[in-house]
């Protein structure tokens, strides 16, 4: 039985929503784990920008998948992970399904944009017709093996087709087994509040920081992933590599405390314990 399934099936089944940060690789979901967050995300923008490439279709399912397996081992929360459009039609949904739960996940979400996909905040999006769709929603419930696997539905329909079409897909998407409803492309405060108005009696998850957790929490939200954290990496790398370039040196180095809180937090300590049983 895989232990962070069973957790996040029973963290859905409870009263409070669920947090997942943005990561996208193994320090940044320790990190996160460390923090005390309950699950993290795997997100499919972070997983392309780490490997040079912009969020538009362009890494294939091996690569996603390996990236899963890889974060999903480095902890022990939930890994909720993005699974893009299934990588084709029913049967590569199949497929896609065991992969990811053979990495490890405890959850993945397929979208019903047209591919090549592209991130769900970016103009452009186009999706496939939700008859389209179900049958590979249909898939992705019927290939797990482990039942307790989460398969989150996610629909991009707001952005060209707008809330009457996104109500439609959300409640077929139900019917055809997804476990949980994930609307993209909340960008306003207005479309958030639609969002729990309009399917607020079904199990969904919210993308984005429009409000504070705390006020958040106030909506019906099953799971709320987190962008901020990704967009922060960013941020503070970006920040360093500048301060580096331009005066030489970092206020932050091997003989400060953060470089200790690093080694900590890799377990190196565990590591070389275990080094010492084998060596002595």
Wanted: contains cysteine; neutral net charge; glycine residues 8%.
């Amino acid at each position: 039985m895989n232990e962070q399934r069973s957790r996040l099936r029973d963290l859905l089944a409870g009263p409070e929503m669920i947090v997942a940060p943005f990561v996208f690789d193994c320090i940044q979901a320790k990190l996160a784990a460390a923090a005390g967050f309950d699950a993290v995300y795997m997100t499919g923008f972070g997983t392309a920008a780490a490997r040079g490439y912009p969020d538009l279709g362009l890494l294939t399912m091996s690569e996603m998948v390996a990236n899963a397996r890889a974060i999903s081992r480095s902890v022990n929360v939930p890994v909720i992970c993005d699974a893009d459009t299934g990588y084709g039609n029913p049967l590569n949904v199949w497929r896609t399904v065991r992969e990811y739960e053979d990495a490890g996940a405890s959850a993945l979400h397929i979208e019903d944009q047209v591919f090549p996909k592209r991130c769900g905040f970016l103009a452009g999006k186009q999706v496939i017709a939700m008859e389209a769709m179900v049958p590979k929603v249909r898939a992705a419930c019927d290939a797990r093996r482990d039942r307790n696997l989460v398969i989150i539905a996610r629909t991009d329909a707001l952005q060209p087709n707008g809330w009457d079409d996104v109500v439609r897909r959300a409640r077929a998407y139900r019917d055809a087994g997804a476990d949980l409803l994930f609307v993209d492309g909340i960008k306003t405060l207005d479309d958030l509040k639609r969002y729990a108005e309009k399917l607020g009696e079904l199990p969904l998850i919210y993308n984005g920081d429009l409000l504070p957790i705390d006020e958040l929490k106030k909506y019906p939200f099953k799971i709320t992933i987190h962008i901020g954290t990704m967009l922060a990496a960013f941020d503070t790398m970006r920040a360093a590599m500048t301060e580096l370039k331009r005066t030489g040196k970092l206020s932050i180095g091997t003989g400060s405390n953060v470089f200790e809180d690093f080694v900590r937090t890799m377990g190196v300590a565990e590591y070389q314990a275990l080094e010492k049983k084998y060596t002595d």
